[in-house]
């Protein structure tokens, strides 16, 4: 006894395969859309982050370099005409003896 082949099935046997196919690449398109967005958000998270350390830090751009905008020169003309230098500011531990001391002198009345 031997088999025999019965080529009716044939038509329903490329059937099935051409829909298993089908399905494989679109599985597989899904997987890589899914991989790709994923790494976008990665990458979009690290840029974000970088960039609120440095703000307008663009990781293949070049390097940032400081410039003075219009307001901030007239901001420090303002507040200190004689020197157009850097101005001293108040350290966080200056600030809070000030406080301290104001606060003593408050409860002392």
Do not use: C, N
Not at 83 to 100: C, N, Y
């Amino acid at each position: 006894m031997s088999f025999v082949y019965p080529f009716t099935l044939e038509p329903h046997i490329i059937t099935l395969e051409s829909s298993r196919r089908s399905t494989i690449a679109a599985h597989a398109a899904r997987r890589e859309a899914y991989l790709r967005q994923r790494d976008d958000e990665k990458e979009r998270r690290k840029r974000d982050a970088l960039r609120r350390i440095a703000p307008g830090f663009e990781p293949q751009g070049t390097v940032l370099v400081p410039t003075r905008t219009v307001s901030d020169v007239q901001e420090s003309r303002v507040m200190d005409p004689e020197r157009p230098g850097h101005k001293h500011t108040k350290s966080v531990m200056e600030d809070l003896v000030d406080q301290l001391a104001a606060l003593d002198s408050t409860a002392r009345k």
